[in-house]
């Protein structure tokens, strides 16, 4: 936060007066240490202590950092007045929220631990942020997507069988593009009708395999295994599944190479809007619910923790909403 545009005139000499005080501040070196036990990050930590120094050096009238910083002179229309400042020297909405999330769990501990009588961030709202729908394919577009590795003449079959089963996969189960680099031959099942997923958080699922991409991923496990190809886990001396040459040498593919495949695939399938691999996680959902799936069966697949999250990724298309309520109004209700 800060730098160029942000209206912080102040000298080189008085922020690192203020950056000595709060490092020395006896709350937030309490605070500091909860932070770390917790397992934050060093730099979740330096940008709390960052916007710390930004509270004091805008409030220190109010706080008194000369002397030492009194947090309880804080209260609520000051904190008001605080964020109105930021708004005023032009920082991102983005910013302004995330730098509030910091000053809230900071306060509230204060709070909880009896430092401070009362909250001032409790009930300060941050800035509303644009909600940015994510991107989805229509269905027509999708099948162009996914089956274009072997829709037409290749001179490397393994690679593009490789990257149908890449497309296939990561549409029909809806897995995240980590979860997909880290597949290995041995979390699918015998018959390839399931895959065990590793998701967030160490937490497992295992998601079904039907139809094009049992077949994509059964094609291509052939081609590599079955014909002693040097891409076989025996020759390789690798398990994952998606891997690919670097110099001679395979390797896991990455998250960088499996989306540069995806937004490849989509300029030779002729998709003419920006091709992300999220995309496909997005779609998957969608289509689905506009399949009459339920949303708390999609949320199982995605590895959602929350329904609400589900909610987000659905996308139930004006074309396809219009349909349904046609239908109902054309009489298909039941006697």
């Known amino acids: ?52 120094e930004l509270l004091a050096g805008i409030m220190e009238g109010v706080l008194g950092t000369s002397s030492g910083i009194l947090w309880e002179k804080l209260d609520r229309p ?6 109105k400042r930021l708004h005023e020297r032009g920082y991102a909405s983005s910013s302004i929220s995330r730098t509030l999330s910091n000053l809230r769990g900071f306060f509230r501990f204060l709070k909880k631990n009896g430092l401070i009588s009362d909250d001032p961030f409790r009930l300060v709202s941050g800035p509303r942020s644009r909600r940015v729908l994510p991107a989805v394919f229509s269905e027509e577009e999708t099948r162009k997507l996914v ?44 018959d390839v009708s399931s895959i065990l997923i590793h998701g967030k958080g160490g937490k497992e699922r ?5 139809g094009e991409a049992k077949e994509a991923l059964l094609s291509y496990r052939d081609r590599i295994i079955q014909t002693g190809s040097p891409w076989a886990p025996s020759r390789s001396g690798l398990d994952h599944v998606f891997i690919g040459t670097v110099s001679g040498t395979f390797r896991p ?5 499996i989306g540069r495949i995806v937004r490849k695939r989509g300029l030779e399938a002729g998709l003419d809007r920006r091709i992300t691999p999220h995309a496909l996680r997005h779609s998957c959902a969608t289509h689905l619910l506009n399949h009459d799936a339920d949303l708390r069966e999609i949320q199982v ?18 074309e396809e909403l219009s349909r349904k309520l046609s239908k109902a109004r054309d009489g298909d209700s039941p006697p």
């Open 301 to 318: 697949l995605l590895g959602h923790a929350s329904i609400g999250t589900t909610q987000r990724y659905v996308h139930t298309s004006l």
């Open 78 to 83: 000051k904190a008001v007045r605080f964020i």
């Open 1 to 52: 936060m800060g730098g160029s545009g942000s209206g912080d005139k102040r000298s080189g000499r008085e922020r690192e007066a203020i950056r000595d005080r709060i490092s020395g501040d006896p709350c937030w070196i309490a605070f500091q240490g909860k932070l770390l036990e917790s397992g934050r990050s060093s730099r979740t930590v330096e940008a709390t202590s960052r916007d710390l």
């Open 253 to 257: 593919l990455s998250v960088y190479q």
């Open 206 to 210: 295992r998601v079904p395999l039907v």
């Open 147 to 190: 089956t274009l590795p072997t829709a037409k003449e290749h001179r490397e079959e393994i690679p593009d069988a490789r990257d149908r089963a890449i497309l296939e996969v990561f549409y029909q189960t809806g897995v995240r593009l980590s979860e997909l680099c880290g597949i290995r031959w041995g979390d699918i099942d015998g």
